[in-house]
């Protein structure tokens, strides 16, 4: 099989120094990787530049990738040409738009006018104590996916924090039935620390429990392998 995963976390420009990340590592996506890999399958990693990756292999490609922007101009070539899906990766939500000290925003009366702006400056000045950065949306990467390639079997993941169980797979299902997913990885932020990482992989009906990045690979590997 032909196995894409992406990993790590996106990171969206202020200006050429300054960005908005998360603190992904790209483990998670390494685990999984490793793991189709020792089965001989075929596996596409995109992932960014500061994430863990898994040893060079025959059977790997890797496609570092930075933004939103260049994930989707990445993976769209790539969705079409494979089997499995499996977006482990971090998306940033937002990037930012303009970014100006709050003298500007009081003076403008129309504060709207501030989104029709860019910087222009390589490095935005630091003089001022406040700044204000606008954002906006960035395209929700995994809705698309399905409409570059109806047919590809796609696991997404979902991360909430400090939520209940029952309001985690309500969310996580949501995903599911939207993005035409098989199976959503739900968890939570509070479970997870270096020696654990306590998970769901949902179905339409399932919950299928794990407790660690390994315990997460295999899960993944048996229900993508099983359904092939």
Same mark, same amino acid.
């Given at each position: ?74 993976? &769209?070539? =790539? *969705? ?5 899906? +499996?977006?482990?990766?971090?998306? @940033?939500?937002? #990037? %930012? ?76 299902? &949501?995903? =599911? *039935? ?5 199976? +959503?990885?739900?968890?939570?932020? @509070?479970?997870? #620390? %270096? ?34």
């Amino acid at each position: 099989m032909k196995i894409l995963i992406t990993s790590g976390g996106t990171t969206e420009s202020i200006d050429t120094v300054r960005g908005i990340t998360n603190h992904s590592t790209g483990t998670l996506g390494k685990y999984i990787s490793e793991k189709f890999l020792a089965q001989g399958h075929q596996v596409s990693l995109v992932t960014t530049k500061s994430a863990v990756k898994p040893q060079e292999h025959d059977n790997l490609d890797i496609y570092v990738i930075s933004n939103v922007d260049s994930l989707i101009k990445t993976i &769209e070539p =790539l *969705v079409k040409s494979h089997d499995v899906l +499996i977006h482990s990766m971090a998306v @940033s939500d937002y #990037t %930012p738009v303009y970014m100006t000290d709050l003298d500007e925003v009081k003076q403008r009366k129309d504060i709207a006018q501030l989104l029709t702006k860019e910087n222009k400056e390589t490095k935005i000045s630091s003089k001022s104590d406040y700044q204000v950065l606008f954002l906006k949306k960035t395209p929700k990467v995994i809705s698309l996916v399905k409409n570059w390639n109806p047919n590809i079997q796609l696991i997404g993941f979902k991360l909430l924090v400090g939520v209940s169980k029952d309001e985690l797979f309500a969310v996580a299902r &949501e995903s =599911l *039935v939207n993005n035409q997913a098989r199976y +959503i990885l739900a968890n939570d932020l @509070s479970e997870i #620390t %270096p020696n654990q990482h306590h998970a769901y992989l949902l179905d339409s009906e399932n919950a299928y429990e794990a407790w660690t990045k390994a315990d997460i690979a295999q899960l993944i590997f048996e229900k993508v392998t099983h359904d092939d």
